[in-house]
């Protein structure tokens, strides 16, 4: 599991609503692997898939279920499932919002040494960011900061071209990507966007968020 990337459900549910699962694979792959999801994310993502509202729900669906073959599952051991409720007893002392999925996810990160949490969850980032900022520093990308990363891939117009065709998916992304508007967007309009929404989860997250630069390394 060592220097593998986890992600959340909500990460791999905008992904396949926007038809990018291909590029996410390719950017998050490291040496010891794909990406990896909880084994039992399939059917709760496959059930929120068609219940968010999506203009096209079974491509999305469809999109998802090619993605899992590109994907390695994982499941929690007693010890990280002991260590996950511990995490959510926490945040509920705390009064942070933390579902079971996203501490299942981090009691795994923890426990497996794995290199990378991509979380879509801003409440869960807010909650780790209490919790282990230490142990977590450097190893937890957001959304945004994914979307950065796909568009030095395939291109900004091109990503755009995919967020635009489910706006409704995320509504931050749908703003940043101008999908309102016709016509052609400037790229660095676009980035600008996405770096001042991580520039603001940056002010609570503080050291959790992964570097560009060192999420640009990872699958290198």
């Not at 959340?8 to 990018?20: E, G, P």
């Not at 929120?48 to 599952?73: H, N, Q, V, W, Y």
């Not at 959304?143 to 990363?149: P, Y």
């Amino acid at each position: 599991m060592r220097e593998r990337v986890l992600l959340d459900n909500d990460v791999l549910i905008k992904m396949s609503a926007w038809q990018l699962g291909g590029p996410l694979t390719v950017c998050l792959t490291t040496a010891s692997g794909p990406p990896a999801m909880l084994g039992v994310a399939s059917f709760v993502i496959r059930r929120k898939l068609r219940k968010i509202g999506l203009l096209d729900p079974a491509a999305a669906e469809a999109a998802f279920t090619s993605l899992c073959e590109s994907l390695m599952l994982v499941e929690p051991t007693e010890e990280e499932l002991e260590a996950a409720a511990a995490l959510e007893e926490a945040a509920n002392q705390a009064d942070l919002q933390f579902d079971t999925g996203e501490s299942q996810l981090a009691a795994i990160l923890l426990h497996r040494g794995a290199a990378l949490l991509a979380t879509g969850d801003k409440r869960a980032i807010v909650a780790l960011a209490a919790l282990a900022p230490d142990k977590l520093a450097g190893r937890v990308a957001s959304l945004e900061s994914l979307l950065r990363h796909i568009g030095t891939r395939i291109g900004i117009g091109q990503l755009r071209s995919h967020i635009c065709c489910e706006p409704g998916a995320d509504r931050s992304a749908a703003i940043c990507f101008a999908c309102h508007r016709e016509g052609t967007i400037p790229a660095a309009e676009v980035d600008a966007c996405l770096a001042s929404y991580l520039g603001d989860l940056a002010k609570i997250a503080g050291q959790l968020l992964i570097s560009d630069a060192a999420l640009s390394a990872l699958a290198a």
